[in-house]
C-alpha cells in the first residue's frame, strides 16, 4: 500500500513559477509510475507528466510541453512538478497517481494510488 501526499500549491501571478511535491509513505516509488493530474470542478481529470522510476522516462501532455517538468528524488520517495510559465489555464486541483509497474498510463483508470490534491491557483 502507498499513501501519498501533495503539497506546494498555492496563488501565484500568470508567468510565476510553483513546485509541486508528492511524498510517497508506505513503500518506496522505485518499482511504480508515477503522474500528475489535474481537475477543474464540473471537468474531467486530465493527465499533465508521468515518470517511469526505472527508467526515469518522462511524458507531459502538450499543453504543459516546455513549461512542466516532471522529476523524482534518488530515496524513491517524492516525485516534483516544476511548473513555469503558469497560466490561468493552469488553475486546478492538482493530484498525484501512482501504480506499480513501468507502463505509463495517461488516463485516471490507470492508477490505484492517488492523494488528495494540492490546489494552485493562476491569476491574470
Do not use: H
Amino acid at each position: 500500500q502507498v499513501q501519498l501526499v501533495e503539497s506546494g500549491g498555492g496563488l501565484v501571478q500568470a508567468g510565476g513559477s510553483l513546485r509541486l511535491s508528492c511524498a510517497a509513505s508506505g513503500r518506496t516509488l522505485s518499482a511504480y509510475t508515477v503522474a500528475w493530474f489535474r481537475q477543474v470542478l464540473g471537468k474531467e481529470r486530465e493527465f499533465v507528466a508521468g515518470i517511469r522510476w526505472t527508467s526515469d522516462t518522462t511524458q507531459e501532455a502538450d499543453s504543459v510541453k516546455g513549461r512542466f517538468t516532471i522529476s523524482r528524488d534518488n530515496a524513491g520517495t517524492t516525485v516534483y512538478l516544476q511548473m513555469n510559465s503558469l497560466k490561468p489555464e493552469d488553475t486546478a486541483v492538482y493530484y498525484c497517481a501512482a501504480r506499480s509497474g513501468s507502463y505509463l498510463f495517461t488516463t485516471p483508470g490507470g492508477y490505484d494510488y492517488w492523494g488528495q490534491g494540492t490546489q494552485v491557483t493562476v491569476s491574470s
